[in-house]
C-alpha cells in the first residue's frame, strides 16, 4: 500500500554538521523506491543555507519553511490529508511544532529520536528543546535511533505507545567499494562533539603521536579552530557525502567514536559505522553494549579500548584486514540497507493502524 509520508527534519539539504541529512537522504530514498511518496519539510536555516548540498532530490519533494506561520499557512493540508507524519528530533520549535502535528495529522504520527540518549539525558535534566515528555504519548509511533533497554524506558516511563527502533543505515548507491591506493592507515569521519573527543583523543590522536611512521586523517566540521594536530595527522573540514566511499577506501581502518551518552545507553550506532561497512572498509570501534548484536566482533568489526589495542590492529596482516572489511560489507547487505530500514517502518505503520494509540498506552501503564 502507497503511504503519503512527511517528514519535519532539521536538514536534509545540507550534510554539513550533521548525521541527519544522510540519514533521512538515505530513508527518502529506499521508501519512494517502494513507492511510497515523501515530503520533506526543513526550517530554512542561515546555516544549512550556506552548506547547502542538496537542493533537489528525484526521490522526494523538499520545502523549506521560515517560521511555524508559515507551516500551518502552506502545510496544513499536507499534514491533515498525510498518511504518516514524523517529526525528527532537533528540528527548531519542535516542541510547539508536535503539538500541532499531533492536533492536526489525521493519519499516524511519529516523532524520530536520530538522537535518542542526548535526549533522555536532557528529560531528565533541564528538559530538551525539540521534544517535551507530555508530548510523548501523543505520538502514535517513538521512531529511536537507539535499540536495546532504552524502549522499555520510553514507552514505561514516559508513556509512549509504541517505542521502535529505527536505526539509521548508508545509501548502497553512494557507499560501495573502490579501488583507490591507501593513504592513511586510520581515518575518522564525524563532526566535532566536546563528549566524543574522549575517544577520538585515545583512539586515534594517541596512536598517531606513538606511530610516527604511520599516517592518520581526521573529517568533520567544527573542531576547534586552533587544535594543534600532529604532523602525521591530516585534517579536512568536510568531505561530501558524494566523496565518502572514496575517503573511506583511503583508509586502512576506519574509527568509529561514540558519543559518551551513547555508549552508555548502547545500542547506538552511527551513520559512519553503516557507510564503511557498506564500502567494504574495516571499522575499529570503542566498545559499548549492543555493538555485537549489529555487527560480529573480532570477524565483522574490531574492537578497541586503548591506544595499545589500535597499535596491535594496525599491524594486521593485510589478507585478514580485507577479510573483516568484506565480512562487514556482507553484514550490511544482509541486515542494515536502507530498504531493510523502510520495511520496519512500513510494519511499525501496520501495527499503530492495527492497535490504536489508547489501546496501546493502555498496556503500557
Same mark, same amino acid.
Given at each position: 500500500?502507497?503511504?503519503?509520508?512527511?517528514?519535519?527534519?532539521?536538514? *536534509? @539539504?545540507?550534510?554539513?554538521?550533521?548525521?541527519?541529512?544522510? /540519514?533521512?537522504?538515505? !530513508?527518502? $530514498? %529506499?521508501?519512494? &523506491?517502494?513507492?511510497?511518496?515523501?515530503?520533506?519539510?526543513?526550517?530554512?536555516?542561515?546555516?544549512?543555507?550556506?552548506?547547502?548540498?542538496?537542493?533537489?532530490?528525484?526521490?522526494?519533494?523538499?520545502?523549506?519553511?521560515?517560521?511555524?506561520?508559515?507551516?500551518?499557512?502552506?502545510?496544513?493540508?499536507?499534514?491533515?490529508?498525510?498518511?504518516?507524519?514524523?517529526?525528527?528530533?532537533?528540528?527548531?520549535?519542535?516542541?510547539?511544532?508536535?503539538?500541532?502535528?499531533?492536533?492536526?495529522?489525521?493519519? *499516524? @504520527?511519529?516523532?524520530?529520536?536520530?538522537?535518542?540518549?542526548? /535526549?533522555?539525558?536532557? !528529560?531528565? $535534566? %533541564?528538559?530538551? &528543546?525539540?521534544?517535551?515528555?507530555?508530548?510523548?504519548?501523543?505520538?502514535?509511533?517513538?521512531?529511536?535511533?537507539?535499540?536495546?533497554?532504552?524502549?522499555?524506558?520510553?514507552?514505561?516511563?514516559?508513556?509512549?505507545?509504541?517505542?521502535?527502533?529505527?536505526?539509521?543505515?548508508?545509501?548502497?548507491?553512494?557507499?560501495?567499494?573502490?579501488?583507490?591506493?591507501?593513504?592513511?592507515?586510520?581515518?575518522?569521519?564525524?563532526?566535532?562533539?566536546?563528549?566524543?573527543?574522549?575517544?577520538?583523543?585515545?583512539?586515534?590522536?594517541?596512536?598517531?603521536?606513538?606511530?610516527?611512521?604511520?599516517?592518520?586523517?581526521?573529517?568533520?566540521?567544527?573542531?576547534?579552530?586552533?587544535?594543534?594536530?600532529?604532523?602525521?595527522?591530516?585534517?579536512?573540514?568536510?568531505?561530501?557525502?558524494?566523496?565518502?566511499?572514496?575517503?573511506?577506501?583511503?583508509?586502512?581502518?576506519?574509527?568509529?567514536?561514540?558519543?559518551?551518552?551513547?555508549?552508555?545507553?548502547?545500542?547506538?550506532?552511527?551513520?559512519?559505522?553503516?557507510?564503511?561497512?557498506?564500502?567494504?572498509?574495516?571499522?575499529?570501534?570503542?566498545?559499548?553494549?549492543?555493538?555485537?548484536?549489529?555487527?560480529?566482533?573480532?570477524?565483522?568489526?574490531?574492537?578497541?579500548?586503548?591506544?595499545?589495542?589500535?597499535?596491535?590492529?594496525?599491524?594486521?596482516?593485510?589478507?585478514?584486514?580485507?577479510?573483516?572489511?568484506?565480512?562487514?560489507?556482507?553484514?550490511?547487505?544482509?541486515?542494515?540497507?536502507?530498504?531493510?530500514?523502510?520495511?520496519?517502518?512500513?510494519?511499525?505503520?501496520?501495527?499503530?493502524?492495527?492497535?490504536?494509540?489508547?489501546?496501546?498506552?493502555?498496556?503500557?501503564?
Amino acid at each position: 500500500m502507497t503511504l503519503d509520508i512527511v517528514i519535519f527534519g532539521l536538514s *536534509i @539539504t545540507s550534510s554539513w554538521g550533521n548525521g541527519h541529512a544522510t /540519514t533521512y537522504r538515505a !530513508l527518502s $530514498k %529506499a521508501l519512494a &523506491a517502494r513507492g511510497h511518496r515523501v515530503t520533506f519539510l526543513e526550517r530554512a536555516t542561515s546555516w544549512y543555507r550556506e552548506h547547502r548540498d542538496l537542493k533537489h532530490a528525484p526521490y522526494c519533494r523538499i520545502e523549506l519553511y521560515d517560521d511555524l506561520r508559515e507551516v500551518a499557512r502552506r502545510f496544513t493540508p499536507v499534514v491533515t490529508q498525510a498518511d504518516l507524519v514524523i517529526l525528527g528530533s532537533y528540528v527548531p520549535d519542535g516542541i510547539a511544532l508536535g503539538e500541532w502535528i499531533t492536533a492536526k495529522a489525521n493519519g *499516524i @504520527t511519529a516523532f524520530y529520536d536520530i538522537d535518542t540518549p542526548v /535526549t533522555l539525558s536532557q !528529560l531528565e $535534566k %533541564a528538559g530538551s &528543546a525539540y521534544l517535551s515528555a507530555k508530548l510523548i504519548p501523543r505520538f502514535d509511533l517513538f521512531l529511536s535511533f537507539t535499540g536495546g533497554p532504552v524502549l522499555d524506558i520510553i514507552e514505561q516511563r514516559y508513556g509512549s505507545p509504541r517505542a521502535r527502533v529505527l536505526y539509521c543505515s548508508a545509501d548502497p548507491d553512494l557507499h560501495q567499494p573502490k579501488d583507490v591506493p591507501a593513504r592513511w592507515d586510520l581515518g575518522y569521519l564525524g563532526t566535532y562533539s566536546e563528549d566524543r573527543q574522549r575517544v577520538l583523543d585515545g583512539l586515534l590522536i594517541e596512536p598517531a603521536c606513538q606511530l610516527s611512521d604511520k599516517r592518520f586523517v581526521i573529517a568533520g566540521a567544527q573542531f576547534p579552530v586552533d587544535r594543534d594536530w600532529p604532523e602525521n595527522i591530516t585534517y579536512f573540514e568536510h568531505v561530501p557525502p558524494a566523496e565518502h566511499a572514496q575517503f573511506y577506501a583511503a583508509q586502512r581502518f576506519t574509527l568509529n567514536a561514540t558519543r559518551a551518552d551513547m555508549a552508555r545507553r548502547g545500542f547506538s550506532p552511527s551513520v559512519r559505522l553503516f557507510e564503511a561497512a557498506a564500502c567494504g572498509v574495516p571499522v575499529i570501534s570503542d566498545d559499548w553494549p549492543g555493538l555485537d548484536t549489529l555487527f560480529g566482533p573480532g570477524a565483522e568489526i574490531l574492537v578497541a579500548r586503548t591506544a595499545r589495542d589500535v597499535r596491535e590492529l594496525l599491524a594486521m596482516p593485510d589478507e585478514r584486514r580485507k577479510q573483516i572489511g568484506a565480512a562487514a560489507r556482507q553484514r550490511f547487505l544482509r541486515d542494515h540497507t536502507p530498504e531493510q530500514r523502510a520495511r520496519d517502518l512500513e510494519r511499525y505503520c501496520h501495527e499503530a493502524r492495527s492497535v490504536p494509540s489508547e489501546t496501546a498506552a493502555a498496556v503500557v501503564a
